[in-house]
């Protein structure tokens, strides 16, 4: 990392704690992953090297949170676009009917929120619209999103917009070529709004009037 940064993070075993080095002291993380911290790691000492980045959506999550936290936000914004690419198409999308996933995204109010949170919100509403492929994979998003707000709340969210956009673009006849422009169109709205919901570079500013590009965020301990 950046020494503008002031934080070092130091791994000293396998099951052992993490150290976040600040201007203001040391932050003691007894309960980080050494997996997770492994992958958030590689990203700031890739150098000019593409990032590796693992390919399993709940690590993808659970990355975005450890970032979150850390306020390493170039990583957050990095998870984002990765997950948001990860899940275009509609075939793509089942992979979020995982209980385990659904529950790392929805029970953190900051990642269900984030661009990460509505990309995975978009493709459980798929899923559960479109039950005729995987009813059991639509069974259980539905049972999630009764169990949680935060999921259900981006159900909701998400069948009313793509209901609006639809309404917008109807269509009197079936062919392949008013098909693929209704899927581009979809496409295209879905990731505008994914976008919007997006961590902002202008988070690790200062806040206020005086706020310059050089001048970062202040960092807690």
Not at 25 to 49: P, W
Not at 109 to 122: H, I, M, P
């Amino acid at each position: 990392m950046s020494t503008e940064d002031h934080r070092w993070v130091f791994e000293t075993g396998d099951f052992a704690d993490f150290r976040i080095e600040t201007k203001l002291g040391i932050s003691n993380l007894a309960d980080v992953d050494s997996q997770t911290m492994g992958h958030l790691l590689d990203f700031f000492y890739r150098g000019n090297t593409p990032w590796k980045c693992p390919d399993d959506m709940l690590m993808l999550a659970k990355l975005w949170i450890l970032a979150d936290r850390l306020q390493a936000t170039s990583a957050m914004i990095e998870v984002e676009h990765r997950v948001k690419s990860k899940l275009n198409g509609l075939s793509n999308k089942f992979i979020v009917a995982d209980c385990t996933l659904l529950d790392t995204v929805f029970h953190h109010k900051a990642c269900a929120e984030s661009g990460l949170g509505y990309a995975v919100g978009e493709a459980a509403c798929a899923i559960l619209i479109d039950r005729s492929q995987y009813p059991k994979k639509s069974d259980l998003v539905e049972k999630h999103a009764r169990e949680n707000i935060l999921s259900a709340n981006m159900m909701l969210f998400w069948a009313s917009r793509y209901k609006e956009n639809s309404d917008e673009f109807e269509f009197t006849y079936r062919s392949s070529t008013v098909m693929k422009q209704r899927i581009d169109r979809e496409e295209e709205f879905r990731d505008k709004l994914i976008s919007e919901k997006m961590t902002k570079p202008s988070r690790i500013l200062t806040s206020g009037p005086d706020a310059t590009t050089s001048k970062k965020r202040k960092q807690s301990s």
